[in-house]
Structures are given as structure tokens and as C-alpha cells.
């Protein structure tokens, strides 16, 4: 079981998906700059020069170690708290 078991699964209803929006939105209104950016680095990884929305590139992150690690600790810390990530002994350290 990974990390991000809840987010991998593609079967999410519209209330998950409006209480994942819900809560990306309000790190986004309070995360520091430097964790902004290193989301933003990861987006151009994952879809470069291209327009990837937060479930894909979050998805893509996950499904691959050296981009989950990469993840910023306060949005994975935020996500676990409101339930959106299941927590394993297979979490990689860098992004808990």
C-alpha cells in the first residue's frame, strides 16, 4: 500500500473530489512561497510545458518515489489530516 492509496484510486466521487479542491485551495492560500514553487517544480516534471491539473499531477507524483519525495511536506501533512492520503510504513520519508 502506498502513501497516496485514496488519491490513486480513480474512483472518486464528487464530494472527494470538491473536498480534495477544497483543501488544495486552502494551502494554497497559506503555504510558504518556497513549497509553492517546489509543487510548481514537480508540475514541469510531470507535464512539461503543458497544463496538468493538481489530481493528475498529485496522482503522478505519488505513482513514482523520486517525485513523492519531492512533494512539500505541508501539503501532504494537510491532506493526511482532512483524509485524503492513507499513511503506510511504505511512506517515503521526505514527504511525511
Sequence with gaps: MSLATTLLSHSWGEEQRFKFHATFNAWM???PEEDYLRLMHLREQVAPGQVCSIVTLLRSCFADPALSAGLPA???QLMQE???LQVSSAAPSGAV
Design 74 to 76: 505541508s501539503l501532504v
Design 82 to 84: 482532512r483524509n485524503l
Design 29 to 31: 492560500t497559506t503555504c
